[in-house]
């Protein structure tokens, strides 16, 4: 039997590098730098948290920025060909600006990265619920 990929294994479905996130430790396997979370919806809200901060603190927005920070290529990484493969699945332009993303395109850009990270998709509806759980209803006017 084949052993779950690394963020599968660490409930990181992002393969994000430990930065003292709350409730995470660092991976004691040697050479290890990535976050393990105690949940995998844990993992999940720091997927999504990032990416948010992507888009709403640096202002990132092209699914090109995303994964340029994501997965830069000085890790290593096949950086226009992830971004092409996320931007498929999420069905936006690589290079194609949006303002903040919808909860249904946040949705998608969880499910791509994890794919691509892990080589599989284990989480189904759990990603829906921990990616629209972002999403704050407008106050009403009184």
């Known amino acids: ?37 105690p949940t995998a919806q844990d993992g999940l809200r720091a997927l999504r948290d990032q990416l948010l901060r992507y888009v709403e603190r640096d202002r990132v927005n092209t699914i090109a920025g995303i994964i340029a ?23 936006i332009g690589v290079q194609q ?8 395109q946040l949705t998608a850009l969880m499910h791509a990265i994890i794919r691509v990270e892990n080589g599989q998709d284990p989480y189904g509806t759990l990603v829906d619920r921990v990616a629209h759980e972002a999403v704050r209803p407008s106050p009403t006017m009184t």
């Not at 084949?2 to 590098?17: D, E, S, T, V």
């Not at 890790?75 to 493969?85: E, F, K, L, R």
């Open 1 to 37: 039997m084949r052993p779950l990929p690394r963020g599968i294994r660490n409930n990181n479905p992002g393969n994000l590098n430990y930065a003292g996130q709350a409730g995470a430790h660092k991976e004691p396997e040697p050479h290890g730098r990535f976050a393990v979370f």
């Open 69 to 91: 920070k994501w997965a830069p290529p000085t890790d290593g990484n096949d950086t226009s060909a992830y971004a092409a493969t996320v931007a498929a699945r999420v069905g």
């Open 97 to 104: 600006r949006f303002n903040a993303l919808t909860p249904d």
